[in-house]
């Protein structure tokens, strides 16, 4: 049974990482409290829905056509927030407070049009992957492989990005974005690459859920909220951390939902943020590293 939690709480935490990394990314270099994450994460998901439904899919090239387009939209969508809401509201020096709130509106306007549009039940897709099947003694869905696979692929390339010298000016925005426009980095340009790169990664886990357990258009508050405590609990700019944190996070609610109650998770997700932030404000990892490994 704890060989299964575990196995469980992998999976869950690694898609769980792919929504806070993206989220760590977009809060860190444009310092707004980016709650319309949790719209583009469904959007992800509604997009790959309706380009299926275009192409009529019925073999692999048209699920790669799809999944392309959704992605494109993704970007897109989030381009188009960073250049007319967040960078006028940067430019004119508005509070975070002020961010927040806009970040909120978009939220619920997007949430509001896709329920519009798809309505509110929950939409699902079958991979047509087969049952599930017995391995050293889990029990184990074909889909959970393939959302371990793919997640834990693009944390790691995600991980060798932070690696890479273009990411040096995010880090040196991250720090003082002022500061680093004067020593010349764009830093107009590298909010918006977050803004796309970050939106992509909670898009491609609202894809993999949606195969799993289906999508709705008001699931994408819930995990951005958990991913927002990830990267609080992981510490400021950190990726690892972040990661970490989700892995933590996904445990606490996968054992909770098991033991307890489903309906606990989000409480028990809180309760470990208070904890925390009462011992080490910093998080639990951050002040750990050195400036240069964060």
């Known amino acids: 049974m704890y060989g299964q939690l575990l196995f469980n709480t992998i999976v869950t935490g690694f898609l769980l990482a792919l929504v806070a990394v993206g989220f760590n990314l977009i809060f860190n270099t444009t310092k707004v409290f980016h709650l319309a994450h949790g719209a583009l994460y469904v959007i992800g998901a509604y997009a790959l829905l309706q380009f299926m439904e275009m192409f009529n899919v019925s073999n692999t090239v ?40 806009s970040s909120v509106g978009i939220y619920i306007f997007l949430i509001n049009l896709i329920a519009l549009l798809y309505g509110n039940e929950t939409k699902f ?8 099947f017995s391995l050293v003694g889990l029990t184990i869905v074909p889909i959970q492989l393939v959302q371990l696979i793919v997640s834990v692929i693009l944390i790691g390339s995600i991980l060798l990005f932070t690696k890479t010298k273009w990411f040096l000016k995010v880090r040196a925005m991250i720090s003082e974005e ?17 803004m796309a790169i970050g939106s992509i990664l909670a898009g491609i886990a609202a894809i993999l859920h949606l195969f799993d357990t289906g999508m709705d258009p008001h699931r994408g508050m819930t995990i951005t909220l958990s991913a927002a405590v990830a990267v ?54 951050s002040f750990k590293m050195r400036v240069e490994e964060k």
Not at 178 to 194: C, Y
């Open 62 to 101: 048209t699920v790669v056509l799809a999944l392309t387009g959704s992605l494109i939209v993704i970007a897109l969508i989030a381009v188009l927030i960073e250049k007319l809401i967040y960078q006028p509201l940067s430019k004119k020096k508005a509070s975070q407070a002020i961010s927040l709130i």
């Open 232 to 285: 609080i609990i992981g510490g400021k700019g950190s990726v690892k951390g972040t990661v970490l944190a989700s892995l933590l996070i996904a445990f606490l609610q996968t054992a909770t939902e098991w033991f307890i109650s489903a309906q606990w998770k989000e409480g028990m997700t809180f309760l470990l943020l208070i904890l925390v932030i009462l011992w080490r404000t910093e998080g639990i990892v």
């Open 178 to 194: 002022t500061v680093a426009s004067v020593l010349g980095v764009n830093t107009k340009a590298i909010r918006i690459w977050t």
């Open 125 to 132: 897709v079958d991979p047509h992957l087969g049952s599930s």
